[in-house]
């Protein structure tokens, strides 16, 4: 049974760190001069294409959700796109450092949502885990260094947005049963975001040639590692480590952009950003693997 909690705390490792180098890697393609709406339409566009490509050949043994499995489906796959769009509108405002700290409020926002849902409050140990979390994280994006302008809170709103559906959509699949296939709840998943995303992002790069100048094969890259495996982990780890220890451990996601970044942007990261990386780290560390969760927390 252990054994088995450490290899879905891994997965749901895994997931954040491909969400993280996910971020550096779109951030150079942004450079490269593709547009940051076709880059989001690429990674859904192809995710769900990869995952209904593998599911097909097996799709009449494969076990799809029932009942209120597709709620929470639904409610998965949409605040994980509103999470993009919302977070994507806050960085055209807002300088990028600060945007991610709006973006990884998720750490308590989640461990909120499970107190509201399960009337239980976090062990003090989880507490002091978060308080490490979010102190990395401010360190880790160089906040401290850098001279803010106005602030919109229009901007800021954008932010805390993209916070909540992030972590919205974090916690709702705890509450899916595991009587389906995590691969057909995985394609089902990614289609919803993708019909999510459609208002806010139509998918012009269907036709405006983009994907014969080097957007189809960074499409497959970024679908893969951006949607495809990221979703799949997350919704077979979820269930089973519960949406509270899942916002605690995708703060692994914020070092693996720093360290993305550093190698591939090739952007300078002072010892306050490593200080914060370690912070993180730790607070992970301190919060979740230190010794089994009792029950209720």
Known sequence: MLHSKWIHILLMLLAASFLGFTAPLVDYLYAKGFTIMDLTNAQYGFGVVILWIILLPVIRKTRFPRGKDWVFLVGTGATSAWAIFFYFK?????????????????????????????????????WIGIAFILAGTVLAVGLFQSKLPDLSWIAIGYGLLAA??????????????????????????LTIGAIALFPMYPPTYLA?????????????????I????????????????????????????????????????????????????????????????TKPASRGE
Do not use: N
């Open 164 to 189: 909540v559906c992030f972590g919205i959509s974090l916690y709702l699949p705890e509450y899916m049963t595991d009587q389906s296939s995590p691969l057909a709840r995985a394609a089902l998943t």
């Open 208 to 224: 405006s040639g983009v994907l014969l100048h080097g957007l189809f094969g960074w499409g497959i890259v970024t679908g893969l």
């Open 90 to 126: 806050s960085i055209t405002m807002l300088p990028v450092s600060l945007s991610i700290v709006l973006l990884f409020q998720v750490t308590w926002i989640v461990t909120l949502l499970d107190i509201i849902v399960k009337r239980v409050l976090p062990s003090v140990q989880k």
């Open 226 to 289: 951006g949607q495809v495996l990221p979703i799949l982990f997350m919704l077979v780890s979820i269930p089973k480590i519960g949406g509270r220890m899942a916002g605690v451990l995708s703060a692994i996601e914020l070092p693996v952009t720093v360290v993305s970044a550093y190698f591939l942007l090739g952007e300078s990261v002072s010892w306050f950003r490593w200080l914060g990386v370690l912070l993180i780290l730790i607070g992970i560390c301190f919060s979740e693997i």
